[in-house]
């Protein structure tokens, strides 16, 4: 089946640590994001990348970093700076022009 | 910047009651709209969108959405709504070419027996 696939489905982080949230997906997509969302706030952008080897930053990008090394890859690592990481973060991808799709999402906790 | 607003947070609905869900957008220029739905433990998964074209647009599970462009707003309707739509329902808004969305903070929606 082609999909998105979002790994660990549950993530816990101790102060100062860093961790990288998966995203994978098979559907030959070009671009690929990264939302966070929090009660009350909707989806927001961390960041996005519409090609390999290149991205941008979304409407909150500190205290996130991102690569994108393989068309079907675009890991997401929660640095130590940002403070207040504990959120579900949402993978999506689409081909330009269409709609997106999502990953089922990682839930990051803090320790 | 782009922003979309959706004013009602939590709507709570008896079954076969009629459905309407407001969502207002800022941008002046060629948009692209969607709503996206969230069952609870799924993904967000497509329920309509509207390019161009005739501005009333059909979706899944009978939902439908108006695009009015001089009010700027997208409102999702469904005349008859079912206990398994309870879901929190997201309007996001893309403008020309661009790839990236602006979601609204989202709509709960509780369809009770």
């Known amino acids: 089946d082609g999909g998105i696939t979002q790994s660990p489905k549950y993530l816990f982080r101790k102060e100062g640590q860093n961790v990288t949230l998966s995203c994978e997906q098979n559907?030959?997509?070009?671009?690929m994001y990264w939302y966070r969302q929090d009660p009350g706030q909707g989806l927001r952008l961390i960041y996005y990348s519409q090609i390999v080897n290149d991205f941008q930053k979304g409407d909150i990008a500190e205290g996130y970093s991102v690569s994108r090394e393989k068309k079907e890859s675009f890991p997401l690592t929660v640095t130590s700076a940002q403070k207040n990481p504990t959120a579900f973060y949402l993978c999506?991808?689409?081909?330009?022009?269409?709609?997106?799709?999502f990953g089922d999402g990682t839930r990051l906790s803090i320790l | 910047a782009q922003s979309v607003s959706q004013h009602n947070h939590h709507v709570i609905l008896s079954e076969a009651a009629s459905l309407e869900l407001g969502c207002n957008y800022s941008?002046?220029?060629?948009?692209?709209l969607f709503w996206y739905v969230q069952y609870p433990g799924q993904h967000l998964q497509l329920l309509l969108k509207?390019?161009?074209?005739?501005?009333l647009v059909k979706g899944i599970k009978g939902f439908e959405a108006e695009f009015i462009k001089s009010k700027f707003s997208f409102n999702l309707r469904k005349p008859s709504v079912q206990w398994s739509d309870t879901a929190e329902y997201f309007c996001?808004?893309?403008?020309?070419?661009?790839?990236?969305?602006?979601f609204g903070t989202g709509t709960r929606l509780q369809v009770t027996l």
């Open positions: 559907l030959n997509h070009d671009a």
């Open positions: 999506a991808s689409n081909f330009l022009g269409q709609p997106q799709h």
């Open positions: 996001a808004v893309n403008t020309g070419t661009a790839s990236k969305l602006t």
């Open positions: 941008y002046g220029g060629t948009v692209n």
């Open positions: 509207y390019f161009s074209g005739d501005p």
